[in-house]
């Protein structure tokens, strides 16, 4: 598991310390900004930020399963275990 976000390393670096630590990667799409969620097909250029979004992908880079949040709602980690547990 991993994560990525327009945020900036020094973001990320200060969120996972409020948070007491993050057991996972936390990937910058700061540089240029925006590539990765392009990439993905969630970034707003018009608004210069990603909308909230969970991709499963598997071993072989393959999306398995994807759902975009609107702003405000946080992914249900429930979901995303029976998803991660449907896929297996």
């Known amino acids: 598991m991993l994560s990525v976000s327009c ?3 020094h973001s990320h ?3 996972a310390e409020k948070m007491g630590g993050i057991s996972f ?3 910058s799409d700061w540089h240029p900004k925006g590539e990765v969620s392009t990439l993905y ?4 250029h018009q608004r210069g930020n990603p909308v909230r979004a969970v991709f499963i992908v598997d ?4 999306i398995r399963w994807k759902k975009t ?7 249900e980690p429930a979901e995303l275990l029976a998803e ?3 896929l297996s």
Request: glycine share 12%.
């Open 7 to 9: 945020d900036t390393i």
């Open 13 to 15: 670096n200060a969120w």
């Open 25 to 27: 990667p936390m990937l």
């Open 41 to 44: 097909g969630v970034y707003n």
């Open 59 to 62: 071993e072989q880079g393959i």
């Open 69 to 75: 949040y609107p702003p405000g709602i946080l992914p």
């Open 84 to 86: 991660i547990d449907d």
